[in-house]
């Protein structure tokens, strides 16, 4: 079973441009050993089909890493289960990874995660996207990445005042994004940031967009603003 398993993973990821060495895939097969493990305490994911989780959560994440530089800062916001910043990290071992989430019992999977597979260069925050984008993370990043399934005027508002000037925010997305990224263009103005690209991935019956947006200049001090009034109305 582990030989198809890492078959299936090599194969997808390879398919989305990632070569993975042997002890890669090995670190990927405890990692889901921990994920399903850990998920019949806490709630983690809805994917507890062994292959399923290789192909949606671990070669999914993977269709990230061509974009990333090595030697480079990413902040994964609202990482849950560790998707996409884990696997990132595994895949790209000098790739310095923050994985941020608010709820303190899925980073004490993460870590657990971390020290079963002796990674360096990961650093695990509790906090609430809008509290930590005040402090010393703001503005700290080369990349910052989600995995949420909010409109991306509201992504962008979370996660762009994490990122350094000449920095990237990687979104992931469906398909059918145009009315999106031009409701979005307003607030994007504000927060400082413009679509520069789209790549469209396509694997294993699995199709979605990664929008990139840099920031050109500093992201007003306001934002983001507290969910309520994010949810309440969008930047204009």
Not at 8 to 24: K, N, P, Y
Not at 93 to 106: A, E, I, Q, Y
């Amino acid at each position: 079973m582990n030989e198809h398993l890492t078959n299936l993973l090599t194969q997808s990821a390879a398919t989305v441009g990632v070569q993975l060495t042997a002890r890669q895939a090995t670190q990927f097969l405890h990692y889901k050993d921990l994920l399903l493990e850990w998920n019949e305490k806490i709630n983690l994911t809805a994917i507890t089909d062994e292959s399923e989780v290789m192909v949606k959560h671990f070669a999914d994440s993977l269709s990230l890493a061509p974009f990333l530089q090595s030697s480079t800062s990413l902040i994964d916001i609202g990482t849950g289960a560790g998707f996409p910043g884990l696997p990132l990290k595994i895949s790209l071992p000098n790739l310095n990874v923050t994985l941020l989430d608010s709820l303190n019992k899925r980073l004490m999977f993460v870590n657990e995660v971390i020290s079963a597979l002796e990674l360096n260069g990961i650093t695990t925050i509790h906090s609430r996207a809008e509290d930590g984008a005040r402090k010393e993370l703001r503005e700290k990043f080369d990349y910052a990445t989600a995995r949420a399934v909010s409109r991306l005027s509201v992504l962008a508002e979370y996660c762009l005042p994490y990122v350094k000037i000449g920095g990237t925010f990687i979104a992931y997305k469906g398909v059918d994004i145009a009315d999106e990224i031009s409701e979005a263009i307003p607030a994007l103005k504000v927060l400082g940031g413009e679509v520069t690209e789209i790549k469209e991935i396509k694997f294993n019956n699995l199709h979605h967009s990664l929008i990139m947006l840099t920031k050109y200049r500093q992201t007003p001090l306001q934002y983001p603003r507290p969910p309520a009034k994010i949810a309440q109305s969008a930047i204009k």
